[in-house]
């Protein structure tokens, strides 16, 4: 359905998943590479990475108006910019202990909370 309904034939396609074994299966990988789809997937099979990457997404849809359909491609990209710039420098999380992202990737020795589990005890961490 994506490539037959493609606004620009021409342009990058790229298919993200959580790397389901049907997208993982060589018949489709063999379908995407021949159609010039280039697969994105989460590493190491670690079900909190997509998690993470899916609340963002959803935190720009919903919060900065980016899930209604824009059909300028110039004001889509002024918009989506706007959009991570907020979110990134301007909006605090919980999860950073009411900081925000640039500001906790500045000072990297600000505890936050990781969701990413302990692959020896298999509880949260917080750094």
Do not use: W
Not at 8 to 16: A, G, M, S, T
Not at 28 to 57: G, H, K
């Amino acid at each position: 359905m994506a490539i037959k309904n493609r606004k620009y034939p021409n342009e990058k396609l790229i298919h993200h998943s959580d790397r389901g074994i049907q997208y993982c299966n060589p018949a489709y990988t063999e379908f995407a590479e021949q159609n010039n789809i280039t697969l994105s997937m989460t590493q190491q099979y670690d079900p909190y990475e997509n998690a993470v990457a899916e609340r963002i997404n959803r935190t720009l849809k919903y919060e900065y108006g980016l899930k209604q359909t824009i059909k300028n491609s110039t004001l889509a990209n002024k918009m989506i910019k706007r959009a991570v710039s907020i979110y990134n420098n301007k909006r605090t999380h919980f999860s950073l202990k009411l900081k925000t992202p640039d500001f906790v990737h500045i000072n990297q020795n600000v505890k936050y909370h990781s969701y990413k589990k302990d692959k020896q005890n298999l509880e949260y961490l917080t750094f």
